[in-house]
Each structure stands twice: as C-alpha cells, then as structure tokens.
C-alpha cells in the first residue's frame, strides 16, 4: 500500500521559515516526480514545487520562486520543501504527490499526480 506521509508544519510568524517533510512509504521516490501543493483558505489548490526522479530538475511556481526550496533524500525515501520568509497567503494545507508517469519540468505543477498524502496544515500569522 502506498502511502505518502507529510510533516512539519504550524503556526509561524510571518518572515519565519519551515521545513515540510514527506516520506513515502510502499513506493520509492527515486522512481518518482515529487510534487508539492498547496490549497489556502477560499482558494483552489495549487502547484507550489516539483522534483525530478533524480533530483537534478526542479520547478516552482512564480508566486513562490526565491523562497521556496524542494529536495530529496532518496536514501531516506523523502521529499523537502523548505519555505522562508513566509507570508500570510503562504497559509494553507500542504500536500505531496508522487507520480512516474510524467516529469518534472513537463507537467509537474499540474494536480495530476496518482498518490497524495493527507496534508500539513501551514498557518502564517503574527
């Protein structure tokens, strides 16, 4: 059973920084594109990252671009999005999503994705 497990978020302050962390489970992700999403309060879900099955292509979104940063640990089976100097409108449930039936750079930001994990709920205020 595959399974994708997020962590890491919370409450931060704005200008603060997070870690969000997915671990797969029942699937290797260095068989994978890796993408991340987001849904804010009232808005539709949106393509945040994306990252390539061996980690050299990446993707972002321009709303995020500079301050958000997607690796992985392909030892570990585990996908990073690292996020600074966040915003309020960066509040939201993150979300990961593996798929291998597309890359990165080609349709990575698009909700396509065959497996999604639960979410991480990431709220910005001060």
């Known amino acids: 059973q595959v399974q994708l497990v997020e962590s890491g978020g919370g409450l931060v302050q704005p200008g603060g920084s997070l870690r969000l962390s997915c671990v797969a489970s029942g699937y290797d992700l260095i068989d994978s594109v890796t993408g991340w999403f987001r849904r804010g309060p009232g808005k539709e879900r949106e393509g945040v990252s994306c990252i390539s099955r061996s980690g050299d292509t990446t993707n972002y979104a321009d709303s995020v671009k500079g301050r958000i940063t997607i690796s992985k640990d392909n030892t570990n089976n585990t996908v990073y999005l690292q996020i600074d100097d966040l915003k309020p409108e960066d509040t939201g449930v993150y979300y990961c999503?593996?798929?291998?039936?597309?890359?990165?750079?080609?349709?990575?930001?698009?909700?396509?994705?065959?497996?999604w994990g639960q979410g991480t709920q990431v709220t910005v205020s001060s």
């Open positions: 999503a593996a798929s291998r039936r597309f890359t990165c750079s080609g349709h990575g930001l698009q909700p396509d994705y065959d497996y």
